[in-house]
């Protein structure tokens, strides 16, 4: 079984410098990448199923998106959105890729998938095959105000039981999984303190551009995701959680007759987002991001 390397790149900001962590699967000598990117609170070691069960094909390179996990904080937390997200990922892409001819595929779930679809707007792109995890340019309202006040929340356990509890109650739209893997989703975004409580793993000041953002401003944000999905070449997947409130049914049908028009593929039982803990799930995206 291949085992994870932890590596980081130095990547800048208005406000500074800061380090990128991610995970490396796979041959360190294989030139075929493939990059996964997490959701807005999640961290890295959300794609270790995914990774693994891809390594034999790709060196799978899974980043921890500033202000979560291994990587560093942002100085300026108003630097929390998308421009800084892309510019980092040209880093780390140019990193990974030293070697190799610089092209990647992605797998993006949420925000890791609202990054691709910047970066694989833009003239030039290094990604050439894409997989966006239940996520399109036009974003639910209600759900959107939910993530927002789920992030700022400064929550404390008194101990790792209470926490992995809270992760489980809050993540049921992940869809069935079994206690083992609800214990690792929890332990992967859960940390101690010096004073014995658990918290998680994130900056809680990812929360203050969403609290920011009026209707007139995500208006024209979700218009300049539009020109950017209308944008994209390359050859592309969708899928969406049949029970997904961020992703609706009928935003998705019209990302597939835009843009990349990619196919859509529809999980039963499951909101957002899935996983890609399990078999069905991975070979979903080992059949798309594997094809010739």
């Known amino acids: 079984m291949s085992e994870a390397r932890i590596k980081s790149v130095q990547c800048s900001s208005p406000a500074g410098l800061h380090r990128i962590a991610y995970k490396e699967w796979g041959d360190p000598d294989n030139e075929r990448v493939l990059v996964c990117v997490h959701g807005v609170t999640r961290v890295s070691d959300d794609f270790d199923a995914l990774a693994q069960a891809l390594s034999d094909r790709y060196r799978v390179v899974c980043p921890d998106v500033a202000g979560r996990g291994r990587s560093d904080r942002l100085r300026d937390p108003n630097l929390y959105a998308l421009p800084q997200y892309v510019a980092d990922m040209v880093t780390v892409i140019a990193r990974a890729t ?30 050439t095959r894409l997989l966006l995890n239940d996520i399109g340019p036009a974003l639910d309202g209600g759900a959107l105000n939910r993530i927002a006040d789920y992030i700022g929340q400064d929550l404390r356990f008194p101990d790792y039981e209470s926490g992995a509890r809270f992760v ?45 953002m009026g209707v007139e401003r995500a208006k024209q944000d979700e218009a300049a995701l539009w020109r950017a999905w209308d944008a994209i070449a390359c050859p592309t997947l969708l899928v969406r959680g049949e029970l997904s409130d961020l992703l609706t049914h009928e935003t998705a049908l019209e990302m597939t007759t835009r843009g990349p028009k990619p196919r859509l593929v529809e999980l039963a039982g499951v909101g957002h987002a899935p996983t890609f803990v399990h078999a069905d799930q991975i070979a979903i995206a080992r059949e798309f991001l594997t094809a010739n």
Do not use: C
Not at 187 to 206: E, F
């Open 168 to 212: 489980r109650e809050v993540s049921t739209s992940f869809g069935p999984h079994s206690d083992e893997e609800w214990d690792k989703l929890a332990r992967d975004v859960l940390r101690r303190q010096p004073d014995g409580q658990w918290v998680r793993h994130y900056d809680l000041a990812l929360s203050q551009p969403f609290k920011k």
């Open 98 to 127: 030293a070697n190799g001819d610089g092209s990647v595929h992605w797998f993006g779930t949420s925000m890791g998938g609202l990054i691709g679809m910047v970066l694989a707007s833009l003239p030039g792109t290094p990604i």
